[in-house]
T-cell receptor, first 115, second 114 residues
Framework: DAGITQSPRHKVTETGTPVTLRCHQTENHRYMYWYRQDPGHGLRLIHYSYGVKDTDKGEVSDGYSVSRSKTEDFLLTLESATSSQTSVYFC??????????????FGEGSRLTVL | DQQVKQNSPSLSVQEGRISILNCDYTNSMFDYFLWYKKYPAEGPTFLISISSIKDKNEDGRFTVFLNKSAKHLSLHIVPSQPGDSAVYFCAAKPSSGSARQLTFGSGTQLTVLP
């Protein structure tokens, strides 16, 4: 199993509060991703990173920011949480990024509830 | 507008029989396809992939079939086992595109009954 740890695994917070989810990998993979999973939508990409300090937006990036100061850590921040951000968040990593890539290794997920 | 659709939210199959999970796509640029399997409280895990240069790829009990003209792919599990009970996600992207271009379907919950 790929060494990916997400924390916290569960969090309940109130609307308007900041939240940071952490993803830590021990595989030294260059590429890291944050997805959210919602019923009826599957997995949707929030942000991704292609190296230290190199990040870019995904499909559903509004209301989220990320940072990657070390290869092994990728942080997802909700500056001011809203109820629409209640979801299960998955971190993923990959060795490759280009053509015929697509095999991602996922963490166990972080369930966030915004009241 | 969902570009990758899994129209069956759930499927129940008897142990030992065949499970067939279906996936349709609308973007004609998609030519690389993957299936992921997800157990409760775990992250998805990669199961099998297929490129559009093939119409079939097999790995043990799992076979993926691709019908490019119909923009349809299916995952066959034979024989089905109770441990196969999970949510299965179909994903697609252009083969020349990067992993960030993966588009996932909404998933199908497979239940294999003993």
């Amino acid at each position: 199993d790929a060494g990916i740890t997400q924390s916290p695994r569960h969090k309940v917070t109130e609307t308007g509060t900041p939240v940071t989810l952490r993803c830590h990998q021990t595989e030294n993979h260059r590429y890291m991703y944050w997805y959210r999973q919602d019923p009826g939508h599957g997995l949707r990409l929030i942000h991704y990173s292609y190296g230290v300090k190199d990040t870019d937006k995904g499909e559903v990036s509004d209301g989220y920011s990320v940072s990657r100061s070390k290869t092994e850590d990728f942080l997802l921040t909700l500056e001011s949480a809203t109820s629409s951000q209640t979801s299960v968040y998955f971190c993923a990593i990959s060795e490759s990024f280009g053509a015929n890539s697509g095999e991602l290794f996922f963490g166990e997920g972080s369930r966030l509830t915004v009241l | 507008d969902q570009q990758v659709k899994q129209n069956s939210p759930s499927l129940s199959v008897q142990e030992g029989r065949i499970s067939i999970l279906n996936c349709d796509y609308t973007n004609s640029m998609f030519d690389y396809f993957l299936w992921y399997k997800k157990y409760p409280a775990e992250g998805p895990t990669f199961l099998i992939s297929i490129s559009s240069i093939k119409d079939k790829n097999e790995d043990g009990r799992f076979t993926v079939f691709l019908n490019k003209s119909a923009k349809h792919l299916s995952l066959h599990i034979v024989p089905s086992q109770p441990g196969d009970s999970a949510v299965y996600f179909c994903a697609a992207k252009p083969s020349s595109g990067s992993a960030r271009q993966l588009t996932f379907g909404s998933g199908t919950q497979l239940t294999v009954l003993p």
